[in-house]
């Protein structure tokens, strides 16, 4: 700029910009920080997070995923650590805070090699060629799941649920995840494909854990219409009805002019008479259970309980689409078109009463495409992390059924890579060499922090598996209950492969895409933008900086 030259402005006033070394360590900080937040969450022994939101509800948790997603975060590149749990958690449904933890730990290595001047772009070719060699280390490291293998699912859904709360029950609930998965499981040629969305949870306070059953149906929240029905059918006939079961209103505005009180008496008589044909359809398909999404009319109740038809009203749409899946059933728009073949097939439907609510169970049906699982927890903040913890272990025992494919957990994999990392890293030389061997280190973080967690001495555990991987024991891993390094297929600690696929695919590229921004320009107004973040600055959760939370 020439003296005297006026200067151009080209951001609007009260633009905050951060450019090179500075957005690079603000941005790695804020990346850090979120790890940080959740590390202590890593494993059998982590500890668990009370959140509080503005409302004053409390959320108990060690799922990374719920964790993230309930922190208030302002920072932009701690939010795509955010998207990182976020994709982990739609992709495998587990593995959330290891992606997390890793993210962290390889901007933390990226940030010592930038100290060192070694430009991004070298960093990022090392970190994608030594992405490229985890997965191939990954995929050998491999075993084969056997089709029809329940002891095996079973590990795996322990696995997931040792380190949350629902981890003194876990034989239990382990049981009931893989009856749930395997019966819901539908085989497509050589391929096995699970719908998550056809199990259904329904959580019940009251009564321990160990009382969580598996429903051969749907369990809906609701209880009969009517006193005057039966609580109980057997042989259930179900008819699944999308339509109000009440005489319908006119769609144009109409007013009809009464002289006399018989004319009134009449249009009443009308009017029910028309109801009575409503439920003498529902009477000749053959049903003796209706299933309404909508509203159901009082006198039609009085009725439809004369005629001994169980009804439920206002059941949710997607309720109604598994007991479609569950019984057989056709959902019908009007009830002109009912016939026996619409109807769905149950052995039982009952009202039960559970805690202090009634219920409607519609079980024992043949062959169901949709199951429930019925939740018990002694408070309702126990019922929901055992929500969340059945959810990841579902999850990974269906990426489990559809790969087939399986690996050693307890840092296990981590190790294998690492180790690979270290030899691989020297026959690609130049600088890109060090961005592979810090990939390497940061790979560590896992067993170590799995080590930490449980109150062990890292750095002797980190020898001792070492020692045992460098012996060709491939499959050790860090045994957090007793203390030691041990074969984790025989502790029947495993986890589905593309879980550890997804965490090495996700973390990499977030990290690469972090390091590769050099500018952060934040409007006036928008949100974070690292405006004057000191790296590393502490307070808030676990290490958060200021104006993160």
Do not use: W
């Amino acid at each position: 700029m020439m003296s005297g030259q006026q200067p151009i402005i080209v951001l609007k006033e009260g633009t905050k910009r951060e450019r090179g070394k500075n957005a690079q360590e603000n941005n790695i900080a804020a990346a850090r920080a979120i790890s940080e937040s959740v590390k202590s969450t890593l494993g059998p022994k982590g500890m668990d997070k009370m959140l509080v939101d503005s409302m004053g509800d409390v959320v108990i948790t060690n799922d990374g995923a719920t964790i993230l997603k309930e922190i208030d975060v302002e920072h932009p590149s701690a939010k795509m650590i955010v998207e990182v749990a976020k994709s982990q958690d739609e992709e495998c449904g587990d593995g959330t805070t290891t992606a997390v933890v890793l993210t962290g730990e390889l901007l933390k290595e990226a940030g010592e090699l930038l100290d060192q001047n070694i430009h991004p772009t070298v960093i990022n070719s090392g970190y994608q060629l030594a992405a490229k060699k985890a997965v191939e280390v990954l995929n050998e490291l491999a075993i084969d799941i056997k089709a029809n293998d329940k002891q095996t699912l079973l590990d795996i859904a322990t696995t997931s649920m040792a380190s949350k709360s629902a981890s003194s029950e876990k034989e239990v609930l382990a049981e009931v995840v893989v009856d749930a998965v395997t019966k819901v499981a539908e085989k497509r040629g050589k391929e096995t494909l699970i719908d998550l969305d056809n199990i259904q949870i329904q959580k019940k306070q009251g009564g321990g854990i160990s009382k969580t059953e598996i429903i051969d149906g749907i369990i809906l929240d609701k209880e009969r219409v009517h006193e005057g029905m039966p609580t109980q059918i057997k042989n259930a006939k179900i008819a699944l009805i999308n339509a109000a079961f009440e005489v319908k209103k006119t769609e144009v505005d109409a007013r009809i002019q009464i002289q006399d009180p018989t004319q009134l008496q009449a249009f009443l008589d009308e009017e029910e008479s028309m109801i009575k044909k409503m439920v003498e359809k529902v009477k000749k398909s053959g049903a003796n259970v209706l299933v309404c999404q909508k509203g159901v009319d009082d006198i039609a109740q009085h009725f439809l309980a004369k005629e001994g038809i169980y009804t439920v009203r206002r059941a949710k749409k997607s309720d109604m689409e598994k007991l479609a899946k569950a019984t057989g059933a056709k959902i019908a728009a009007n009830l002109d078109g009912l016939t026996s073949a619409d109807l769905g097939k149950a052995g039982i439907v009952e009202e039960r009463k559970i805690g202090d609510d009634k219920m409607t169970f519609v079980t024992d049906a043949k062959n169901p495409k949709a199951v429930s699982i019925l939740l018990r927890g002694s408070t309702e903040h126990v019922t929901d992390e055992l929500e969340r913890a059945l959810h990841d272990a579902l999850s990974v025992v269906k990426v489990a059924l559809e790969d087939g494919k399986m690996t050693p957990g307890g840092g296990a994999a981590s190790i294998a890579i690492s180790m690979a990392l270290r030899e691989y890293a020297p026959s690609v030389g130049g600088r890109e060499q060090m961005a592979i061997e810090a990939f390497a280190d940061a790979v560590e973080i896992v067993p170590k922090t799995l080590s930490e967690n449980a109150g062990l001495d890292p750095i002797d555990m980190m020898l001792e598996i070492r020692n045992a991987h460098s012996k060709g024991q491939k499959n050790a891993g860090i045994n957090v209950l007793k203390g030691k390094v041990d074969d984790m297929i025989k502790q029947k600690v495993v986890e589905p492969l593309r879980i550890s696929l997804q965490e090495v695919f996700a973390a990499s590229e977030a990290a690469t895409m972090i390091l590769r921004i050099d500018d952060v320009i934040a409007s006036k107004g928008g949100g974070g933008g690292g405006g004057g973040m000191p790296p590393g600055a502490a307070g808030g959760m676990g290490g958060m900086p200021p104006g993160m939370m």
